[in-house]
């Protein structure tokens, strides 16, 4: 079966603007989970959702927000965009809230670049 | 704040030797940690995990060591092959809180 997918996969943006990414998780899976991946930081948890409601969130400011809809897809908000959020943005999709973390896949992520 | 550290961002090993990859983490609630391996362009793809009730773990040729007194963990892959150049990520995460908190990432390149 297919496997997450990201749109774009590549993205250029300049200061102040807003972006939103898309994730659609494998089919069956419920619940998505948002990465944040820096050179030098590694991945950055963002925020989970599992049938259309947020279930944890990591340490991002309020310029950071997410949502999911009643397919299971995924999308991720960014305003006011600032330089230090160019970056990897990972999506990784699992069946349950919770799972087992190696059930959770990754998707090949969104590279976003902010000028 | 880096609850997990990868001190190490690159590692070059000639094929067929060992590889080993050094992980400290500093939150000592994480209860359960797995290693990642990342190819360019591709997401994170599961590698091993271990629990903190064990020591070690094995799966064919990756092994990873846990010693919780020193909150360290590593990753050895015996015999290394080109293949395994990547980039190998190591996470932490305490399971019934189970955000992923994940190191920066080691380099790993295998030379022939």
């Known amino acids: 079966k297919a496997g997450v997918t990201q749109t774009p996969r590549y993205l250029i943006k300049t200061r102040g603007q807003q972006v939103t990414l898309s994730c659609s998780p494998i089919s069956g899976h419920r619940s998505v989970s948002w990465y944040q991946q820096t050179p030098g930081q590694g991945l950055q948890f963002l925020f989970e959702y599992f049938s259309e409601t947020q279930r944890n969130k990591g340490n991002f400011p309020g310029r950071f927000s997410g949502r999911q809809f009643s397919n299971s897809r995924s999308e991720m908000n960014v305003s006011t965009l600032e330089l230090g959020d160019s970056a990897l943005y990972l999506c990784a999709s699992s069946l349950a809230v919770g799972a087992v973390q190696e059930t959770q896949y990754f998707g090949p992520g969104t590279r976003l670049l902010v000028l | 704040d880096q609850q997990v550290k990868q001190n190490s961002p690159s590692l070059s090993v000639q094929e067929g030797r060992i590889s080993i990859l050094n992980c400290d983490y500093t939150?000592?609630?994480?209860?359960?940690f797995l290693w990642y391996k990342k190819y360019p362009a591709e997401g994170p793809t599961f590698l091993i995990s271990i629990s903190s009730i064990k020591d070690k773990n094995e799966d064919g040729r990756f092994t990873v060591f846990l010693n919780k007194s020193a909150k360290h963990l590593s990753l050895h892959i015996v015999p290394s092959q080109p293949g395994d150049s990547a980039v190998y990520f190591c996470a932490a995460m305490v399971r019934n809180d189970y955000k992923l908190s994940f190191g920066a990432g080691t380099t790993v390149t295998v030379r022939a």
């Open positions: 939150n000592s609630m994480f209860d359960y």
